[in-house]
């Protein structure tokens, strides 16, 4: 090996591996007898879809920028390595058009977006739409980026309405605080809202829930004048100090009584160090009122994972397990489900909660081994080689819970109240989906599924194979 002279350059001893046709095969074969290991199948009853990118893993926002979409590559490598894509309908997403872009975002942006090139961020915004500065950088391909995973999430969503799919997953997404004409908190294009769109030109009602640990300011934003979407954020609150300081608990929505939108933003903001019993308890609590009411037909779940402890930017001590009970329980109320992505800057244990909270979706949860596979890629950039590690473990801050019994009573006896001026009527007329979100015929379906059995040797082995398919007798 020869080494550069050139101090800047960083050589390696030895190369990094190149994975070889026969080094995947084997990947594939150990998934396989993971899956059967770990019972998992098909669910009976519904179908799950996960719809991905791999090219949306590729882009950087820069060394010392906390988002890192290489999270994804370790979130699917997880998935992957136990075989639970196997119990998956998988599907690789195309990237949104610029008119399905357009359903929220303004031409501006969009033009803005599409066009400039890319530059070193400065400490604050010195573009127009809030971009430029650290937050939110120019890098290479943004414009791609931006409409590969709004592209996932939009076909997330038609699959729910096309009944393809009863839970459609997309841990690209997730992107909350995007404004229709404003880059914010890391956020481009909120691909939330979105999706949220094409529901609502099915759905009646949706619910939509954050448990992000910042507030979902821009959903609840571009909906605030619908009785249509009810949003839920739980969240940690601070104005002053903690982005994006908006979210308390007496912001309710509009304050005019005659807008529609008026008492459909709830909020719950909570203090450092909330854990597994305060946030599940106070969770399903809060759901389960606002489902009652609401009444909604459809449910969007961001489950962004820096309210994990020992996020980098988190102040919370949730765990794996007490992140993953909150998708257990929407799942539970059998109501079509998007769940997507969001926040989350320390990437093991973003991969850890989407891959535990994926198990949970598909229904195999109860019977997973967690301790990660050895075939794992990356597997010892896991540090812990368990899905689920202990605060002690993840080395955290030791944070006291500042949330009370009685503050988190107050919380639910507010929103109690709040929920009262909720009707589960919708303001607007129901009309037939739109062509454009038929999607294609089944008899087309049948078509391009045939096809591909015929012409893909592997995905017919699969298929006869039956791995992740539950046999009848």
């Known amino acids: 090996m020869v080494f550069s002279s050139d101090s800047i350059v960083k050589e390696y001893a030895i190369p990094l591996p190149i994975q070889t046709t026969n080094d995947n095969i084997g990947f594939l074969l150990a998934a396989q007898d993971e899956a059967i290991r770990n019972g998992i199948k098909r669910p009976k009853g519904y179908k799950v879809s996960w719809h991905l990118n791999p090219e949306i893993e590729k882009h950087h926002f820069g060394r010392n920028h906390p988002m890192k979409p290489w999270r994804l590559t370790l979130a699917k490598g997880v998935i992957m390595s136990y075989g639970m894509n196997y119990a998956m309908d998988s599907y690789n997403s195309r990237q949104a058009t610029r008119e399905e872009l357009a359903d929220f975002h303004s031409s501006d942006y969009l033009d803005f977006l599409q066009s400039v090139l890319p530059r070193e961020p400065v400490p604050f915004p010195d573009l127009p739409h809030n971009l430029g500065g650290e937050d939110c950088p120019i890098f290479e391909g943004i414009f791609d980026y931006c409409s590969m995973y709004a592209g996932a999430s939009i076909d997330a969503a038609r699959k729910l309405i096309n009944n393809e799919s009863d839970i459609a997953v997309n841990w690209s997404g997730g992107l909350h605080h995007a404004k229709k004409a404003e880059a914010s908190g890391f956020c481009y294009m909120n691909d939330i809202v979105l999706a949220i769109l094409q529901l609502l030109r099915h759905h009646p009602r949706v619910l939509y829930i954050d448990i992000d640990v910042h507030h979902g300011d821009g959903v609840e934003e571009a909906f605030m004048s619908?009785?249509?979407?009810?949003?839920?954020?739980?969240?940690?609150?601070?104005?002053?100090?903690?982005?994006?300081?908006?979210?308390?608990?007496?912001?309710?929505?509009?304050?005019?009584?005659?807008?529609?939108?008026?008492?459909?933003?709830?909020?719950?903001?909570?203090?450092?160090?909330?854990?597994?019993?305060?946030y599940t308890w106070l969770f399903k609590t809060i759901i389960q009122s606002c489902v009652d009411r609401f009444q909604p037909s459809a449910i969007v779940l961001q489950c962004g994972a820096d309210s994990l402890a020992g996020d980098r930017l988190g102040p919370f001590n949730l765990q794996v397990q007490g992140h993953g009970a909150c998708v257990a329980f929407c799942k539970s109320l059998r109501l079509p489900l998007l769940l997507v992505g969001g926040g989350g800057y320390t990437p093991r244990n973003v991969a850890r909660a989407w891959a535990n909270e994926t198990s949970i979706a598909i229904g195999c949860d109860a019977t997973l081994d967690p301790t990660l596979p050895l075939h794992t890629p990356y597997r010892s950039h896991f540090r812990q080689t368990t899905l689920f590690p202990t605060l002690e473990e993840l080395h955290c801050d030791s944070r006291a819970n500042k949330n009370t019994p009685k503050r988190l009573q107050e919380i639910v006896s507010h929103i109690t109240d709040q929920l009262r001026f909720v009707t589960h009527a919708p303001s607007v007329q129901m009309r037939e989906i739109p062509p454009d979100l038929g999607g294609l015929r089944e008899e087309v379906e049948d078509e391009i599924r045939d096809d591909r059995e015929a012409g893909d040797e592997v995905f017919r082995k699969e298929k006869e194979e039956a791995i992740g398919t539950a046999m009848e007798l």
């Open 226 to 278: 619908t009785d249509r979407v009810l949003t839920v954020s739980f969240h940690k609150y601070d104005r002053e100090v903690f982005f994006p300081g908006t979210g308390p608990l007496e912001s309710t929505g509009p304050e005019i009584e005659t807008n529609p939108g008026a008492h459909h933003a709830i909020n719950v903001p909570l203090n450092d160090g909330i854990d597994d019993e305060s």
